[in-house]
């Protein structure tokens, strides 16, 4: 899916690079001095451009069957997984020349006229182009042209025809009713079916985005901005398509198509002026929209698991929507001015409105099921938002000084309910068919508040020390908690010891607490039913359950004293942590802890001008505890909690190391420098399971065991030689500017261990032997390993 240029623009800013500054100091008889070059001066031209040649000595495949089979179903067929989709995931690298920048200005002597272009990548899939043009003082034009490719996978599978459009057709059948996760032929069967159907892709998308923005500054008084974009993104990403009930389901990975653009516009016009008593204010008004249009609100997927003999359960096909066409409008006024008392004072008020109403699709594609009306024909869908933030800074002494802050922000959601009385779900009448059970579709708004007051206090020209009190408050409607209050208090300490160590440090502590806390409520605005077992009352939902949050951080900045021999040696540890406990009452299910902790350390040396090591370490650890169950649990009321066969408690932990070590040396002074530079991530992950309170840890005969850990291993090591060509050889080449020379050789790893991902492939039945109506792309594969050596030329004027 991504696109390959050509050579073309590359050799034609080549070439007017190069040609510019041989011209300009060709034989050639002087031209006429306009009026205009002779009121300025003259024009000045300037250009730098980057050009090379890049050899692989490994270069990633561009797929990897790194995929499990009917043959060996217990690990993959092809022990590498290494290919390209993640080292080429933010644009290609190809072997051969490259055009890696280029900058090209003109302005005229006295600096008042100014145009310039810069380009990178030139010829790539990640190309963009720059122009800025100016007249100092008064008018600025920059316009942008950027291509941003987003490759996820080289090696995805696919059964489908039509990929990229919103029609997917299959020649694989394998009718439902034959297929049982249970029998060993019913995964024979799948395997047959799918021999010699499958088809690698590539899964990306590519964004062209157009961009220009103007501003004028007529005067020291007046400041209008304008500004537009316009991007397209088209490609795919993989979705996943899920067809009947549990007992009958059918699941399939398939290509999504990507096809919409974005526009973006801002106007804003601001003022500057002088108050009567003697400050200075300033007010803006501005506006802006943003226009959503997808040339797709939906496709169709043909069913693999189609069974002609009971279509209303394995249907023929499936239809999933996409993001509906939409569009947002806002008006902003900004204000700021000086008032008595050392007082700043600044206020926003922002109003935006969000429509979509595309036309409702049916319940289903399904033709064995019969069409239900429904209650509209379209969404009518409208959010409102205003927001209103303000703060005053005031400054009582040199010493003291407070801030207030405060922000209004409301969410007013104004789509109708609908209430649907019928409804189908997946395309199946293997779900049900909810007659008799109406479902509303609620229109969530919610308030949020918050409120802070800042105190600073300078004691001593060595010390800063800071406070804070703070106040959240989220009002919520048609959610499980209506209000939640959260109060905050931090406090900073800043030292600075001679000129030996600067000590920054912070600490927070809030609570956040709701009101009132009813899932059930909630579900039967929803549902209409008390008996509704489709929810689980007792989860608390991490953004509005009761938390206590503790935030800290320090940073240490240590040289040596001056004089003496470890002046220019420079150590920084720092350290930060963040614990988040949830106090529920212990019978609820949810998140409960969320703890992570970091602890690391950086230190450079420089032995001379030019001559300097590097390096640094990063520890990061994340824990987290969470309660949970297999089984949905319906109580009347919150405070009752049933006896649940299979709830289980269960912990992640996740560590991370980062090291970095760089290094420079000018090895020729004026002449040749090198560069040293290695980065290494090491990540692992834990995730196990354990009892909760004194129920039992299986149910349903299944027993929980943890899961393998996940490990993360990514290496960069990138030297670089830089060769400065002498001037006087520069000079007799018939250059005006500086010359250099650079190799580099670098070398980038990612291997990652992850039973989540790892067999993924058609076959994961195979791996996972309860299931069989599963089909997978297997498209998420980040392991690469890569090394290749560029040479460059760098050329200034």
């Known amino acids: 899916m991504m696109i390959k240029h050509g050579l073309l623009p590359m050799s034609a800013a080549m070439a007017l690079a190069t040609v510019a500054p041989l011209n300009a100091n060709a034989a050639d008889p002087p031209a006429a001095v306009s009026d205009f070059e002779a009121a300025h001066g003259g024009y000045e031209f300037s250009g730098e451009f980057d050009v090379g040649g890049r050899v692989f000595v490994k270069r ?10 009917p043959s060996s179903p217990n690990a993959p067929a092809n022990p590498d997984p290494n290919n390209r989709s993640k080292f080429e995931e933010y644009g290609a690298i190809p072997p051969g020349l490259f055009a890696e920048y280029l900058r090209m200005t003109l302005q005229t002597k006295d600096g008042l006229y100014f145009g310039e272009l810069r380009a990178d990548n030139i010829g790539n899939n990640n190309q963009r182009y720059i122009v800025d043009a100016s007249k100092a003082g008064e008018h600025y034009l920059t316009v942008v042209w950027d291509e941003i490719p987003h490759l996820y996978n080289t090696s995805a599978l696919s059964i489908w025809n039509g990929v990229g459009s919103n029609n997917l057709t299959t020649s694989v059948a394998i009718p439902g009713t034959t297929v049982n996760a249970a029998t060993p032929a019913s995964r024979a069967l799948v395997s047959a079916a799918l021999a010699g159907k499958v088809n690698t892709i590539d899964v990306g998308i590519k964004r062209d985005k157009a961009a220009v923005a103007y501003r004028w500054t007529p005067d020291q008084n007046w400041d209008v901005k304008a500004s537009y974009s316009n991007e397209k993104r088209e490609g795919i990403q993989t979705s996943g398509v899920a067809i009947g009930g549990l007992g009958s389901l059918q699941q399939f990975q398939a290509p999504r198509p990507i096809d919409d653009t974005t526009q973006i516009g801002k106007v804003s016009g601001q003022y500057f002026g002088a108050t009567p008593w003697g400050g200075h204010f300033n007010v803006q008004v501005g506006g802006g929209l943003s226009l959503f249009e997808n040339n797709f609100n939906s496709f169709t997927v043909q069913n693999p698991f189609y069974d002609a003999s009971n279509p209303r359960v394995f249907s023929p096909a499936a239809r999933i929507s996409l993001m509906p066409s939409n569009q947002a409008y806002n008006s902003t006024v900004t204000s700021g001015v000086d008032l008595p008392f050392k007082t700043r004072w600044n206020s926003t008020i922002q109003y935006t409105t969000m429509r979509q109403n595309d036309e409702f699709m049916p319940f289903t594609v399904n033709p064995a099921i019969a069409t239900f009306v429904l209650p509209a024909s379209s969404l009518n869908g409208e959010v409102d938002t205003l927001l209103y933030n303000t ?343 018939g250059w005006t500017g500086e010359v250099y020379l650079k190799a580099r050789y670098i070398w980038e790893r990612s291997s990652v261990d992850n039973w989540q991902q790892d067999l993924m492939s058609p076959y994961l039945y195979l791996v996972d032997q309860t299931l069989a109506r599963l089909i997978d792309m297997g498209a998420t594969n980040p392991n690469y390993n890569a090394q290749y050596f560029q040479l460059s030329l760098n050329a200034k004027w």
């Open 60 to 69: 990633p495949p561009k797929s990897s069957a790194h995929y499990v089979t």
């Open 391 to 733: 703060n005053a800074t005031t400054q009582w002494t040199p010493e003291w000084r407070t801030t207030f802050r405060y922000r209004y922000y409301d969410n007013d959601n104004q789509t109708p309910e609908l209430l649907i009385p019928n409804y189908v779900v997946e395309d199946s009448s293997a779900t049900g068919i909810a007659a008799g059970v109406p479902r509303r579709a609620l229109a969530m708004s919610y308030t949020k508040q918050n409120a802070s007051e800042e105190f600073q206090w300078r004691p001593a020209k060595w010390v800063t020390l800071g406070s804070s009190f703070g106040w959240e408050q989220w009002d919520r409607t048609r959610r499980d908690a209506n209000v939640t209050n959260e109060f905050i208090g931090r406090g900073t300490a800043d030292f600075k010891i001679y000129d030996v160590a600067t000590l920054r440090t912070s600490a927070q502590y809030s609570e956040r607490r709701y009101d009132n806390y009813d899932g059930r409520a909630m579900s039967l605005e929803t549902y209409y039913a008390a008996s509704n077992t489709g929810t689980n009352f007792l989860i608390r939902k991490f953004d509005m359950a009761n938390r206590n949050q503790t935030k800290a951080n320090v940073f240490l900045d240590i040289s040596g004293p001056s004089g003496s021999i470890f002046r220019d040696f420079v150590i920084s540890p720092t350290a930060g942590l963040r614990f988040e406990d949830y106090p529920d009452d212990p019978a609820f299910f949810g998140l409960r802890k969320s703890n992570s902790w970091n602890g690391g350390v950086d230190a450079t040396y420089v032995f001379k001008p030019g001559n300097s090591i590097q390096a640094s370490y990063l520890y990061e650890t994340f824990d987290r505890f969470q309660v949970g169950s297999g089984t949905i649990t319906n109580p009347v009321t919150n405070a009752s909690f049933p006896a649940v066969a299979d709830a289980f408690s269960s912990n992640t932990h996740e560590k991370v190391h980062t090291i970095l070590v760089a290094a420079n040396a000018e090895l020729i002074p004026g002449a040749l420098d090198f560069k040293l530079g290695y980065s290494l991530s090491l990540g692992k992950e834990d995730w196990d399971y354990g009892t909760f309170a004194n129920y039992p840890l299986q149910g349903n005969g299944v027993g929980y065991s943890p899961f393998p850990t996940v490990r993360t291993y990514v290496q960069r090591l990138d030297a670089a030689l830089k060769h400065t060509v002498d001037p006087s050889i520069v000079t007799q080449l």
